[in-house]
């Protein structure tokens, strides 16, 4: 399997693929694909034995929104030996060809990464701006977010969303993901 693979060409194989979704928990629940499997970036190390197992199985996809994050899990995964690939523009392009995604019952999911992002960072700069009537230094805050989002831009990385990720509702209980491990080494 190659490390990038389009939505186009998992549709029909997606019952043969073990699918890992690098989302945080909230992102998860919002929507994913169908049999999908929730391990954030942030716990991939903790995963990799599990993983391991589901790869000497069959091809792992590997997912995120946009197909960042699952590339960077890739790279790492393939830097621990085990071979997964990264779906192309993520679950937006999935949704976008018009392919189910799975919703579960009952659950509220946060907002998305990305809306998080854009709320935290139009608060900081609303807050120095209106600080900085007051406190001209405050102004700086409002300087250091532009100076991140630019940085983030560049990079194709969100440190603010690393951030965002940690707080409570967007970390999955510890028995979701041991469940969810416990699946993927069965």
Known sequence: MSSA???EQVHGRLAELTVIDVRTPGEY?????PGAHNVPLDDLDRALPALKA???RGDLLVVCASGARSATACRR???NGVTAASLTGGTTAWTQLGHDIHRPAGVRAPWAMERQVRLAAGGLVLTGLLAGLR???????SAGVAGGLVFSALTDTCGMARVLARL???RPRGA???ATLAALEG
Do not use: Q, T
Request: proline share 11%; no cysteine; glycine share 8%.
């Open 54 to 56: 589901a790869a000497g």
């Open 176 to 178: 979701d993901l041991d």
């Open 168 to 170: 409570p509702h967007n």
């Open 5 to 7: 693979i389009a939505p």
């Open 29 to 33: 629940a919002s929507g994913h694909l």
């Open 77 to 79: 995964l393939a830097e």
């Open 135 to 141: 406190l001209p230094h405050a102004r700086w805050i």
